[in-house]
């Protein structure tokens, strides 16, 4: 069954208080409708009172309260709140669903995290006040002789309305107080004694006082020595309000039991190292049907292998010491076989007269995977700096290197032996040039010609040479959507992609295998970006490239786009491939996973937003040495002095007149001496104390019609 009887549901939230888990319904309104024993005996029976003035102590409701967020997203929220006597309470709400839908009110978990030693104290005086309740109540209580009251207490006059002298008249007959429902129970067991029949000493009547009330009586008989004979000795105890109060806990059992089912939080009840109880939320965090799924296992089949010895002897502790152990975190193993990260808190309690350890579980799983994931993003973004300005500075020098070598190779005839030689050095140049790109294609900072496109085309004319770089022992599949929609990206950039993890698949078959390219349109929902870092939600077109190679670790998983990492032997590869399709993917403003494990392949899942708009165009147009001489004045500033040389001799090369400034400020006074005569401003954009657009604009006072061409290293200039 999916809840305990009665006494079991009393134990279990025995239980909860003992952990100090408090359970309240609060409606839209912040007054309470219901709270558990845990809260009353913390603050008084606040129905229909204001919980932040009761709980709290405040004057208005908390900015961050998580009832009215539950009830807003109708969905679970936690919040940590603070009274105004510094208490912290952690608190769970959960909405509470109306019959016809609607959303008024919600259910709370109420934990209070900073004084325990002051919840046990109210408890041990809570417990001092009921046994003095018990100690002073007082029992009706008679004695039966010979057919005949001889005894009968104060209170037995008090709730029957009848004096000594009455119940010792002659012809006085007790039937007279007791209500006609009860009598047949009663004339049966004067019949049982008469018989030489021993009635159970024990049974329930309702009696019927002298005004005509009907009182629940409980009564206890047992038969004593009395002036030489048998005196029947009675205790009549009246439970008229106990069963008022059962009837009303009987008609909210369906409400406590809807109060256990909603409670957002997994319990498991374990007693002698086997699973007696399970709650809702429990049976839904472990992939469990039923409860009978779970029950009657042992509870560290569930919990896995590197934390198992740990936690069992955290159990044993539990028992032995009888108090709660502070919440953990370890690893536990659903039905299903997935691997949930938890924290756990084991309390002991008393469990249907047995000793049982209660775990409060919370599933921090997707918590855990979004930290991951956070910190390998944080570790990309610095690695991209760092790869980005290493880049930029490199770039910088190659642009002296090769720039010193085309006008060297300019100021030399053709058939001159330097010319072999410089154009070697252009070569290496240009392959450095190309490592670099790889470089700030990682760091998002290369120079994208973007287009609107349908990848399925390009992946089309590609598949030829897709099919010739992996081979003939490599089968090669392609699924592409027929309703694919439009991305917006670099083509060239996109081979570029396709080509990389191309060649990454086929390394990881080195005895053949199979490669599958596909495409489809996908929308990524709330639920997925809520356990994916920096994935909006969204449609995408997706594009995933999957291999039957080798697979991955989770350890290389987490270093894959890493520059310069690379799994493959020496001079096989730079390390700079994967990195340079994480980059542009990223530029393009996609996401790109891997899933992967150790021999079973690797899948690549690349995800691109729609684009709506029509394509772009982008016109080249060529021109010829002769049209790029001239005679005006060139002002060209930077501060990097190789990178500013070569500038001024390249424009001097080609019968400009050039002044050179090596700052912005150097490059404002040249500009002020010299007036309208600068026909060309060639600025850098970035430079130190004053940049590019800085400069500009202090020169249009004197300088308002020269025109201005900027420069920069850095793509989002």
């Known amino acids: 069954m999916l809840l305990p009887e009665k006494d079991q549901l009393h134990s279990l939230m025995a239980g909860l208080s003992r952990i100090g888990l408090g359970i309240d319904i609060v409606g839209v309104d912040y007054r309470v ?72 009110k919600a259910i709370e978990v109420i934990r209070d995290i900073t004084e325990k030693k002051r919840m046990e104290k109210e408890l041990r005086e809570s417990e001092v006040k009921f046994r003095n309740l018990i100690e002073q109540s007082d029992d009706a209580i008679y004695v039966l002789f010979d057919g005949k009251f001889e005894i009968i207490n104060r209170k037995f006059s008090e709730f029957a309305g009848v004096t000594p002298e009455e119940v010792r008249a002659e012809g006085f007959d007790f039937m007279e107080l007791v209500a006609p429902r009860s009598r047949q129970l009663i004339e049966e067991r004067v019949r049982m004694t008469k018989r030489g029949e021993t009635p159970p000493p024990r049974y329930e009547f309702t009696a019927l006082t002298r005004d005509g009330r009907e009182i629940a009586v409980e009564a206890s008989v047992t038969n004593i020595d009395y002036r030489g004979g048998t005196a029947v000795l009675g205790i009549l105890r009246d439970i008229t309000k106990r069963k008022q109060a059962e009837k009303s806990l009987r008609e909210s059992e369906e409400q406590h039991r809807q109060l256990l089912d909603l ?105 855990k995977k979004l930290e991951d994931q956070f910190r390998q993003a944080q570790k990309m ?82 598949e030829k040479m897709l099919q010739r770089i992996i081979g003939e022992d490599i089968k090669f599949e392609t699924f592409y959507a027929d309703d694919l929609k439009q991305i917006r990206i670099d083509p060239g950039q996109f081979e570029q992609i396709i080509l990389n993890l191309t060649v990454n698949a086929r390394d990881a078959m080195p005895n053949g295998g199979s490669l599958i390219i596909e495409t489809m349109n996908i929308e990524l929902t709330e639920e997925y970006c809520a356990t994916h870092h920096e994935v909006k939600p969204g449609d995408y077109v997706m594009v995933s490239v999957s291999d039957s190679g080798c697979g991955m670790t989770d350890e290389i998983k987490s270093q894959i786009f890493d520059p310069f990492f690379t799994t493959k032997d020496q001079g096989r590869g730079t390390g700079l491939g994967l990195s340079t399709v994480f980059g542009i993917v990223k530029q393009s403003d996609g ?72 700052n912005g400020g150097a490059g404002y006074l040249k500009c002020r001496k010299l007036g309208g005569q600068v026909d060309l401003v060639v600025t850098d954009v970035v430079m130190p104390d004053m940049d590019g657009a800085e400069f500009v604009e202090s020169i249009r006072e004197f300088c308002p019609d020269t025109k201005v061409l900027y420069m920069s290293g850095y793509t989002y200039n």
């Open 33 to 104: 409708f219901f709270q558990n024993q845990y809260l009353k005996d913390r603050f008084g029976d606040l129905a229909g009172k204001l919980c932040y003035e009761n709980y709290l102590g405040l004057t208005e409701p908390c900015d961050c309260c998580p009832m009215v967020a539950a009830v807003k997203n109708n969905r679970v929220e936690f919040a940590e709140l603070v009274s105004s006597d510094g208490r912290h309470y952690e608190v769970s709400s959960a909405p509470l669903p109306n019959p016809d839908g609607t959303v008024n």
């Open 263 to 367: 409670i957002p939080v997994a319990i498991i009840v374990h007693s002698e190292g086997l699973i007696v109880y399970v709650n809702p939320a429990a049976l839904e965090m472990m992939r469990a049907g039923n409860p009978e799924d779970l029950v009657g296992k042992p509870v560290l089949e569930f919990i896995h292998t590197e934390h198992r010895d740990a936690a069992e002897k955290r159990i044993a502790d539990a028992l032995t010491e009888g108090r709660k152990a502070l919440a953990v975190e370890e690893k536990m193993i659903a039905l299903d076989g997935t691997i949930l990260t938890a924290e756990v808190t084991t309390v002991p309690f008393e469990y249907m007269g047995k000793p049982a350890v209660q775990m409060v579980i919370r599933d921090i799983t997707n918590y």
């Open 381 to 462: 973004e610095a690695v991209g700096k760092l790869a980005g300005g290493v880049a930029h500075d490199f770039n910088n020098l190659l642009t002296v290197i090769s720039g010193t070598v085309e006008l060297m190779m300019m100021s030399l005839n053709k058939d001159d032996p330097l010319v072999s030689d410089l154009e070697e050095v252009m070569k290496a140049s240009q392959r450095a040039a190309q490592l670099t790109g790889q470089l700030l294609a990682f760091s998002r900072k290369q120079t994208l010609q973007p287009k609107v496109l349908n990848v399925n085309s390009i992946l089309l004319n590609l």
């Open 591 to 662: 996401f790109i996973y891997v899933y992967s494990e150790p021999g079973k392949g690797t899948t690549f899942k690349i995800y691109l937003p729609w684009f709506e708009g029509e394509e772009e165009s982008l016109e080249l147009r060529t021109v010829s040495d002769e049209s790029l001489r001239g005679d005006e004045t060139v002002l060209v500033v930077e501060d990097e002095e190789g990178v500013r040389h070569i500038a001024v001799r390249s424009l001097e090369k080609f019968g400009y007149r050039v002044i050179e400034a090596e």
